[in-house]
Structure formats: structure tokens, C-alpha cells
């Protein structure tokens, strides 16, 4: 397929070119700013074009496999349905984070692992609307999982591994006082004593050894799988993940100051962008927006709720006055980045795949209206008050 977009605002990594063009060939972007050419032509009438979002941390697989408890969904079924979702919101590139710590939703346990991975690789095999990869979450408390996870890890396309530790008492968790209001508001009818207890256990729950962790590591680097560390909450941990697990990522450091820390130290640093949605941490951690002002937070996700990936991007553009295309970069560019799938996608450019939106920002809230995986375009809203793009044919 050959064609071209026209009337474009094209935001590129460093700039937005007004009113421009840009032609795909063969799933590539082969021109920008050139002639417009090929068999087809596509009137953006004035909206932006951004590279597609590419979300590295999102459970929210989760929560569509078993939207309630005990109701597990078909999980081909489940992915298909998922990624209609995902396109819609300007996901091109999903990287679906399935946690293996004890208890639980089924997915969480791993009851459900072994359909969902392979049911994730297949997809790229098949007809889909976006790039799917797998993104393993290894809780260090959940020793009886190690001997599945190397299994993971050695026979399945894994692209992202991350140590998280939800134990009380440290990372997103360390405010007892939080986690103590948090237990009472789950089970109102426990005593004090009880709540104490429930803690103490929690906190007394063993962790995976240090050199047990560095194997699991050193096997994942020797994979070529990038490894994250999850909920940093101070510089020594940070020198640890860095220079004995390999990690080139810290997820949702806690503090601005840690936040600092891991990008001085060249680690790629991951907020929510529910985060930036709602003002502040549900966990009363580090604001993501305040970590983007600051320059410490240099990546986005959905985390846990999709549609705020593009929101995000609007809202740091619109409420902070940051630059369009810096506000973009978090969700495309520096995520591709962090994962090293930066040479194929991530951002406009002559070579790379056209994993393209077209955005409306004139509504409110801003809407994608097009949706382009590998030049092919998969999706198109309409919307009352938005004209469709004009799609005319070259004579």
C-alpha cells in the first residue's frame, strides 16, 4: 500500500512541522515534507499526526481476563476485544505486564499463565491491530514461582522483566499508617490487634535472596530482555537493580529525589499517566506530573487504565505549557527507547514503521480519529462533531 497524509501538524521528536505531508510504502515511512504521492491521499485537515503510543507497563490484561472474581473470560476472546480498546485510545505497541506474585486475581497467580503467553505470542502470528509483547512481573516474596519463571524466560518471546516487592513497610508501601487505613477499610469488622497482626505477617514475609535474584538477572540479560525495578524508594536500591540486576528501567520511583537519582544514573524513569490524570499517587508517592515538569520522569504508561496514556500527553501540553512534542515523546520515543525497539518505532521518521494517530485537539477532551499499524490503517472514528479524514484517490 502507497499513499499519503496531507495537511498534517506532524510532530516530530524535536518539532512540529504545520500543514505537512507524509508518505508510507510498504508499512514504512518512505517521505516527510516531500511531494505528496501514491495511489491514495489523506486529508488531515489540520489535526496532529503522532507516532503511535507504546505503553511498557499495563496490567490491564488483568482486569479484562478476570473483570470480577472467579469470572475468567476466554482469553483469545479476551486479547481480540482488548486490543480494539487499546488502538482506539492510540496504542500501537502493548506491552502486556503479567504479574507472578502469590495470591491474587487467577492471572496473578499464574493460573491462567501459560494460555496467556501463548496466546499473546500467537497473536503477532496472526491478524491483529497492534504489536502485543510480554512484559513479566516476578514479586521477589514468591519463591515457589522461580523455577516457572526461568521456564518463561528461557522458551518464550519475554521482552520485559521487573522485581517488584509489595511488602509494607517500603517502596509504594511505606506508609504503615496508609496500609493499616487500607486493611481497615477492606475488612471493617477487624480489631486493631488484628490489623497489627495482618502487617507483621506481611512484613515478616521472606524475600528471594540477593544472589538468587542476580542469577534470574544475569540469565535475563543473557536473553537480551530489558529488566526494570519497580516502586525505587531510595538511591541505594537504585545502585543495586542498576549494577547487580542490569536494570535499565525504574518503574514509579516513590520520591522525586530517587526519581533524580536513577536518571543521573542513565536508568529510563516510568510514571502513570493516571498519575498525571488525577493530580497525585493513589499511594501517596511521587507526582508523575511534577516528576515530568521536574525533567526526572521521562516516561509514561497506562499502568492500569489505558485511555489516560493520550490524555496525559494533552493535559502536561495544555496545563503545564510543556512542548507538544516533549509531552509526545514520553509515550512513544522514550518508552521505545527503554525497551530498545527504538530503531523500528517510537517516532516520525524516514525508515521507521508508520505506527501513526491522527488526533483531534480541538474537542474536549482530544480524540484520536485514525489509527495506522505498520501502514495499514485500522481504525477510524466518527464522531458527531469531527469530520472524518477525506480519503481521495489519486487519478
Not at 518539532?15 to 510504502?25: V, Y
Not at 511534577?290 to 496514556?309: F, N
Request: glycine share 6%.
Amino acid at each position: 500500500m502507497h499513499y499519503s497524509i496531507v495537511n498534517a501538524n506532524i510532530v516530530l521528536p524535536n518539532e512540529i512541522i504545520k500543514d505537512a505531508s507524509l508518505t508510507i510504502e510498504n508499512g514504512c515511512i518512505t517521505d516527510i515534507c516531500g511531494s505528496a504521492r501514491g495511489d491514495t491521499f489523506i486529508d488531515a485537515e489540520g489535526m496532529y499526526l503522532l507516532p503511535g503510543i507504546i505503553d511498557i507497563h499495563s496490567d490491564h490484561i488483568e482486569q479484562v481476563i478476570e473483570p470480577r472474581t472467579g469470572a475468567v473470560m476466554d482469553v483469545s476472546l479476551a486479547l481480540h476485544e482488548q486490543e480494539k480498546q487499546l488502538v482506539n485510545n492510540g496504542i500501537t505497541s502493548m506491552y502486556h505486564s503479567l504479574s507472578l506474585w502469590r495470591g491474587g486475581t487467577k492471572a496473578a497467580r499464574g493460573e491462567v499463565f501459560p494460555e496467556l503467553i501463548e496466546s499473546i505470542t500467537n497473536l503477532n502470528n496472526s491478524e491483529c491491530l497492534i504489536s502485543h509483547f510480554l512484559h513479566i512481573r516476578f514479586d521477589i516474596t514468591n519463591f515457589d514461582a522461580i523455577p516457572g519463571l526461568m521456564e518463561i524466560l528461557e522458551d518464550t518471546h519475554v521482552s520485559l522483566l521487573s522485581f517488584m516487592d509489595h511488602t509494607p513497610g517500603q517502596g509504594q508501601y511505606r506508609d504503615l499508617d496508609r496500609q493499616k487505613a487500607n486493611l481497615l477499610r477492606n475488612n471493617p469488622t477487624m480489631s486493631d490487634e488484628e490489623i497489627e497482626e495482618r502487617l507483621r505477617q506481611r512484613m515478616e514475609t521472606p524475600k528471594i535472596p540477593k544472589e538468587e535474584l542476580e542469577k534470574i538477572a544475569d540469565f535475563a540479560k543473557s536473553k537480551g530482555i530489558s529488566i526494570a525495578s519497580h516502586d525505587d524508594d531510595s538511591v541505594d536500591k537504585i545502585d543495586f537493580v542498576k549494577d547487580s540486576l542490569h536494570a535499565t528501567i525504574s518503574e514509579f520511583p516513590v520520591e522525586l529525589e530517587v526519581a533524580r537519582y536513577a536518571k543521573e544514573a542513565g536508568l529510563a524513569t516510568l510514571g502513570g499517566a493516571p498519575n498525571v490524570m488525577l493530580g497525585k499517587s493513589t499511594s501517596g508517592n511521587l507526582s508523575a506530573s511534577e516528576g515530568v515538569v521536574d525533567g526526572s520522569i521521562t516516561t509514561l504508561c497506562s499502568d492500569y487504565y489505558p485511555p489516560a496514556m493520550l490524555q496525559a500527553v494533552f493535559k502536561l501540553h495544555m496545563q503545564f505549557g510543556l512542548p507538544l512534542h516533549d509531552c509526545v515523546n514520553l509515550v512513544t520515543l522514550a518508552p521505545a527507547k527503554a525497551v530498545g525497539i527504538d530503531t523500528r518505532t517510537g517516532s516520525i521518521e524516514i525508515g521507521k514503521a508508520a505506527d501513526l494517530i491522527l488526533v483531534d485537539e480541538n474537542c474536549k477532551p482530544p480524540r484520536l480519529v485514525t489509527a495506522i499499524t505498520n501502514g495499514n490503517i485500522v481504525s477510524t472514528l466518527k464522531y458527531s462533531q469531527i469530520s472524518l479524514p477525506r480519503i481521495a484517490r489519486s487519478m
